[in-house]
């Protein structure tokens, strides 16, 4: 009998993989499942981008092999796109590697930093692939909390308590995911100043400060930020492109080479067409980001209905695809809430525990359903 690679008996499969099963099975038994739980977005990319895509398809190599760095046209529009939205400058040579999709940049980057036994901040609440990339690379999860009291940013005071002596990355996301909090420029030049003390890499995961976000920021705009610090970024949310897999990672120029070194070993250039479409992009208006935030400004007014409908708590100070809410008073299991809910009303929300153990207590809902479907799902109640 063939056995499976001892790095599997400590990750699970990804809760959305195994969990939306359970939902497609509702919805083939003819159950009228609403889906709140993902934040895939459901609007189409801007039709400048398909339509660059499409015309891309007639270029002569367009079907050939592409660079593992991306075609220098989409570096560049990437280093535009920082500039003109961030004030940060890059130089699209070597601050810059195109990816497919950031999430494959959490393990690219994990790969190249990271030795079996070293250690990994990861918030709590957090991005679960954090854990199971760290897991999988046979480096050691260590949590530091995020919690209400204090807006979902770290306490200084108790990181520095913590053993940091085997600590070489450290994972942070503002516009953080899930809660929604939007972080602030005080805010990164701490974690820059806290990760040079300690000689720590820090990744921002930054693909939410266009959606309903009137301040985007980046990491790299901290002075100093690029002597320890990298960026992950998606085109996924920000312009409705989540099924074409395109990102990035910019920032310290060693840190982009040590990581193409890993990716070039893992896939053969992404496609031409999407680079092409990407750059299209890359390019839109402000118009773009005023137009699909009027339309998720109209969603979260009625998601946040729909969560006070059940008893909830609204953070109200969140921004990005999510709706993050406290379960009523009374309810102790979050998943025993939202299963409940599923199986009841057939409306699938995420419970908060997926996230962390700081997640108890709380719900999230995406922003990734038409109105008419979000009214629906009030009227149920």
Known sequence: MITTAQRLAIVEEYYFSSKL???RQLAAEGKPVINMGIGSPDLKPAPAVIAAMTAAMQDENAHQYQSYQGLPELRQAMADFYERNYQVSLNSTTEILPLMGSKEGIMHISLAFLNEGDAVLIPNPGYPTYTSVTNLVGAVPLYYDLKESTNWEPDFEALEKMDLSKVKLMWIGYPHMPTGARGNLALFEKL???????NILLVNDNPYSFVLNDQPMSLLQVEGAKEVALELNSLSKTFNMAGWRVGMVSGNAACIDAVLKVKSNMDSG???????????ALQSE???FDEMNAIYAKRRILTEALAEKLGCEVYKEGVGLFVWAKLPAGITSAEDFIDKILYEKYIFITPGTIFGSNGEGYIRFALCVKEEKIEEAIRRF
């Not at 820059?192 to 300690?198: P, R, S």
């Not at 992404?270 to 299209?280: D, E, R, V």
């Open 21 to 23: 099963r359970e939902v």
């Open 192 to 198: 820059v100043a806290f990760a040079q003390k300690h």
């Open 270 to 280: 992404m496609f031409y067409g999407i680079q092409k479409g990407a750059i299209a």
């Open 286 to 288: 402000a118009s773009w």
